[in-house]
């Protein structure tokens, strides 16, 4: 465990034990910190240092984030009850898409993207209306999981990891898209800890916990793992 890892943990702990600022340690925390801009920053701070080593950075062509940000309206209009085709016939103010709603969709689907083209993988370009149950990727029969956040791997409980592979994947207002590692469930639940941002308990794993991205794609070519 690195020592940037560690601090990450005991922060953690320290927070939950004593219900303080986790970096003046005085005030108490509203969530990890007192909202002191200082004590905020720095907090900022350690959560992005943790990167997993062996993490990849993907850049995108024009017609990738162009072919994403369609993609993404499709999806939030899917998600809506109704087709882009449908729309162009309704009046903007009725029931236009949300701008930060299409860009989370967007952000989803880079990281998708960049998780097929870091494993050589076809994407699944079925739109599903919740997304739940249904796998991001499919390689060799595998299900694969791709969670693109801002931190480290997060589901929303327990339960909602039982099977196949996730794939972590940061950004950072959606760039600086990073393919981190990827996890099984039984690690993850043995690595996993909890963690309320203001939404929650939510099991959590750090990226540096997380396995070699191309460790996974060379699995997948021999095709050894169990599906
Ligand atoms: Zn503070």
């Given at each position: 465990?690195?020592?940037?890892?560690?601090?990450?943990?005991?922060?953690?702990?320290?927070?939950?034990?004593?219900?303080?600022?986790?970096?003046?340690?005085?005030?108490?925390?509203?969530?990890?910190?007192?909202?002191?801009?200082?004590c905020m920053e720095r907090w900022c701070?350690?959560?992005?240092?943790?990167?997993?080593?062996?993490?990849?950075?993907?850049?995108?062509?024009?017609?990738?984030?162009?072919?994403?940000?369609?993609?993404?309206?499709?999806?939030?209009?899917?998600?809506?009850?109704?087709?882009?085709?449908?729309?162009?016939?309704?009046?903007?103010?009725?029931?236009?898409?949300?701008?930060?709603?299409?860009?989370?969709?967007?952000?989803?689907?880079?990281?998708?993207?960049?998780?097929?083209?870091?494993?050589?993988?076809?994407?699944?370009?079925?739109?599903?209306?919740?997304?739940?149950?249904?796998?991001?990727?499919?390689?060799?029969?595998?299900?694969?999981?791709?969670?693109?956040?801002?931190?480290?791997?997060?589901?929303?409980?327990?339960?909602?990891?039982?099977?196949?592979?996730?794939?972590?994947?940061?950004?950072?207002?959606?760039?600086?898209?990073?393919?981190?590692?990827?996890?099984?469930?039984?690690?993850?639940?043995?690595?996993?800890f909890y963690a309320d941002f203001g939404?929650?308990?939510?099991?959590?794993?750090?990226?540096?916990?997380?396995?070699?991205?191309?460790?996974?794609?060379?699995?997948?070519?021999?095709?050894?793992?169990?599906?």
């Amino acid at each position: 465990m690195t020592d940037n890892n560690q601090a990450f943990y005991k922060a953690l702990a320290y927070r939950e034990r004593t219900g303080l600022c986790i970096i003046c340690r005085e005030k108490p925390a509203v969530r990890m910190t007192c909202s002191h801009i200082a004590c905020m920053e720095r907090w900022c701070g350690m959560k992005t240092v943790g990167s997993n080593k062996a993490a990849i950075k993907v850049e995108f062509e024009a017609r990738e984030l162009q072919w994403a940000l369609a993609v993404a309206k499709e999806r939030e209009s899917s998600k809506r009850g109704t087709t882009a085709r449908d729309k162009r016939y309704r009046s903007e103010s009725d029931n236009a898409p949300k701008h930060d709603d299409i860009e989370t969709h967007r952000i989803g689907i880079l990281g998708e993207l960049a998780a097929a083209k870091v494993l050589r993988g076809k994407m699944n370009t079925d739109f599903g209306v919740t997304g739940k149950d249904m796998p991001d990727l499919v390689i060799g029969g595998i299900k694969i999981e791709v969670k693109t956040l801002q931190g480290y791997l997060a589901f929303r409980e327990d339960g909602d990891f039982r099977r196949g592979i996730a794939i972590l994947v940061t950004h950072q207002k959606g760039e600086n898209i990073t393919v981190q590692g990827w996890i099984d469930a039984p690690a993850f639940h043995e690595k996993k800890f909890y963690a309320d941002f203001g939404y929650g308990k939510r099991p959590c794993v750090h990226p540096q916990d997380m396995r070699p991205i191309m460790t996974l794609r060379e699995q997948l070519e021999i095709g050894v793992l169990v599906r």
